[in-house]
């Protein structure tokens, strides 16, 4: 167990529908990544919130968008769902030192219609 | 830009034998880390082995260890006295540490089935 969870487990949209996915962080880390793992392929960064300000962001378009609480808790927003964001969502948590590594979530399946 | 290169979309080892999983990867930068993460089917990324690159010694935890070849930009995994419980996808990653994120960059995987 890494401590970090995410809800829901399972989804299922429809073309044009709008998503929220949520991510409970390890405790104490500061950072949180977002990753679209596609069906057959390694995750892809979507973005890095840290200190609630999106940091750093893949080549992913804005309708992909997020927030960070201040309890390190992190939403993931899809707006405008296309077929080809069916994939599985994975949060990390982490810290900014450079010492140290993520800690992954157990992902949101994410089937859109 | 960064990219890494997994070769072996599956691999197969008997239980107890060896099994070395193959990585590549390319950059420009000299200050990274690179990962081996395994990935079973409940879609856990869990943290296998990591290197750092500024380091000679290849890194080793328990049953698993990496060839690290800096110069030819190499990242293997060997498993030793595999076991059922290690059939899970295996995936690459690199990280580049002078940026502002944590971004991992990560392989296609390799998917190693144990066979009793």
């Known amino acids: 167990e890494t401590g970090v969870t995410q809800s829901p487990t399972h989804l299922i949209k429809t073309r044009g529908q709008q998503v929220t996915l949520r991510c409970s962080s390890q405790s104490g880390h500061n950072t949180v990544s977002w990753y679209q793992q596609a069906l057959g392929q390694g995750p892809q960064f979507i973005f890095q919130?840290?200190?609630?300000?999106?940091?750093g962001r893949g080549n992913f378009p804005p309708r992909f968008s997020g927030l960070q609480f201040p309890n390190y808790s992190s939403e993931l927003n899809v707006n405008a769902l296309e077929l080809d964001d069916s994939a599985l969502y994975l949060c990390?948590?982490?810290?900014?030192?450079?010492?140290?590594?993520?800690?992954f979530g157990p992902g949101t399946r994410l089937l859109v219609l | 830009a960064q990219t890494v290169t997994q070769s072996q979309p599956e691999m197969s080892v008997q239980e107890a034998e060896t099994v070395t999983l193959s990585c590549t990867y390319d950059?420009?930068?000299?200050?990274?880390?690179l990962f081996w993460y395994k990935q079973p089917p409940s879609r856990q990324m869990i943290l296998v082995i990591r290197?750092?690159?500024?380091?000679?010694q290849n890194a080793t935890e328990n049953r698993f260890s990496v060839n690290f070849q800096k110069a030819a930009k190499s990242f293997s995994l060997k498993i030793s006295d595999s076991q059922l419980g290690d059939a899970a996808m295996y995936f690459c990653a690199y990280r580049f540490l002078g940026g502002a994120t944590n971004k991992l960059i990560f392989g296609t995987g390799t998917l190693l089935a144990v066979q009793p």
């Open positions: 990390a948590s982490g810290w900014t030192g450079q010492a140290k590594t993520q800690y």
């Open positions: 290197q750092e690159a500024y380091k000679q």
């Open positions: 950059t420009s930068e000299s200050d990274y880390y």
């Open positions: 919130y840290y200190r609630e300000e999106e940091n």
